[in-house]
């Protein structure tokens, strides 16, 4: 018997599909520095930890389809201090971000449609095109250019009868780009103009550097119809195994319709609902204590990749993710070569290889993402394994194609 065709076409994700190796490193009591998921050590809030604790109902029974009313209503709270007006109404709680996106991607497009994306970008959402049967038409940034948009000129081209959406992440996931007030409503602009949705992906709001402001798709006037946001608390308050997201539009058709696919599935989890809730009331100075502390841990693993000959990378405005472009030809090959042949004092480094983030064929093969989610410490030691690793790679790769 034939599997589907979207079975057969759903990429392994680049984070996890050599956990594998990883795992058999391990097994041989070598220890990995895991810089390839964005997994941080930062200890999750006690307040969050506390309502699971708590909880004491003697049935878990099914919640409401959109979230609960406390939660949701929590949400209205929260944003506002965001500086964004929204009622309850215009929120459904999702299992995770990636059901949020998944929703957005359903609710807009029919199967074989298109939506815009800047590349590179998270890599799951080219798992979600798939399972939505959608197309990601890529808007290839660079590097060198610190992954700035290019014109609307540029973008407008690419847009066909098929195209619904244009999609990006701000802060941006692998790139730590923070799109400025002018792109977004430069964006927001073409996208009322030709009749697209703008679904923003602001997961990463939180951590945002150097005294940069961030700008929500819902910060732009006159824009109801056209504006999705996407949210998550798995990064916001390090509960990644909480997973509670929410879709948020102030466009009423669109959300009726997004309460229909909520309603298949049910609801999302109700005690992760009520410790989200409880991080919700965390003060502004829990914020500031991880935003410092990420911004440290950036500025240390930048201060070690500047030493490096040869690679491109451009320093992160927001996020916790750098993306690296190396001076050698395959990155995934570089980081299975690592986590088998290559060790300092026993310990060794994961990243995630850098094409699964594009939807461009070809791209991204020597470049990688760096996570930079562990305490300075031990970043300091993954980065000093990572910068002789690669020498040496690149000496027996020279040696190789010489021979």
């Keep these: 018997m034939e599997l589907s065709k979207r079975a057969r076409e759903i990429q392994a994700s680049p984070i996890r599909k050599l ?11 070598i220890k990995v ?13 006690p307040e969050m930890l506390k309502a699971y604790h708590e909880f004491s109902d003697k049935i878990l029974a099914y919640g409401p389809s959109q979230g609960l009313d406390l939660y949701r209503e929590g949400l209205v709270k929260y944003y506002k201090r965001c500086g964004i007006e929204v009622k309850p109404d215009d929120i459904i709680v999702t299992t995770a971000g990636s059901e949020a996106i998944t929703f957005a991607m359903m609710v807009v497009c029919e199967v074989g ?18 399972m939505a049967g959608i197309n990601l038409v890529p808007i290839t940034t660079y ?12 973008i407008e081209a690419k847009i066909t009868n098929k195209t619904r959406a244009i999609m990006l992440c701000n802060p941006g996931n692998p790139t730590g780009t923070v799109y400025s007030n002018d792109e977004i409503f430069r964006i927001a602009e073409l996208a009322k103009r030709r009749g697209l949705f703008f679904i923003s992906d602001e997961v990463y709001r939180e951590f945002i550097y150097d ?67 409880a ?3 965390l003060p502004d100075s829990y914020f500031e204590q991880i935003r410092t502390e990420y911004q440290s841990r950036r500025d240390l693993v930048m201060s070690e990749l ?18 690296v472009k190396l001076p050698i030809e395959n990155s995934e090959d570089f980081i299975i070569w690592m986590l088998k042949e290559f060790q300092i004092d026993n310990e060794t480094v994961m990243a995630a290889p850098g ?49």
């Excluded at 520095?33 to 809030?45: A, C, E, M, S, V």
């Excluded at 449609?113 to 080219?126: A, G, Q, R, S, W």
């Excluded at 500047?306 to 993306?323: L, M, Q």
């Design 33 to 45: 520095y895991h810089l390839n998921i964005g997994q941080p050590d930062l200890h999750t809030p």
């Design 355 to 403: 094409d699964g983030f594009y939807a461009t064929e070809g791209l991204g093969k020597n470049e990688l993402r760096l996570a930079y989610i562990l305490c300075q410490e031990d970043l300091k030691k993954a980065m000093y394994i990572f910068k002789n690793g690669l020498a040496e790679y690149q000496k027996l790769h020279i040696g190789k194609a010489s021979s």
């Design 19 to 29: 956990n594998p190796i990883a795992n058999a490193t391990k097994a041989k009591g």
């Design 143 to 154: 590097a060198e250019d610190g992954f700035a948009l290019p014109d609307n000129s540029t």
């Design 211 to 277: 005294g940069l402001t961030h700008t929500s798709v819902l910060d732009v006037p006159d824009f109801e119809e056209n504006a999705i946001l996407v949210d998550s608390v798995s990064k916001r308050y390090s509960a990644c195994g909480a997973r509670i997201g929410c879709i948020v539009s102030r466009n009423k058709e669109l959300m009726a319709s997004v309460l229909k696919f909520a309603q298949a599935r049910l609801c999302p989890p109700t005690v992760d609902q009520l410790a989200a809730n």
């Design 279 to 281: 991080g919700i009331n």
């Design 113 to 130: 449609d298109e939506i815009m994306v800047p590349e590179p970008f998270y890599t799951n959402y080219n798992g979600f095109a798939t």
């Design 306 to 323: 500047d030493k490096i000959p040869g690679i491109v990378c451009r320093k992160p405005e927001g996020a916790f993710y750098i993306n």
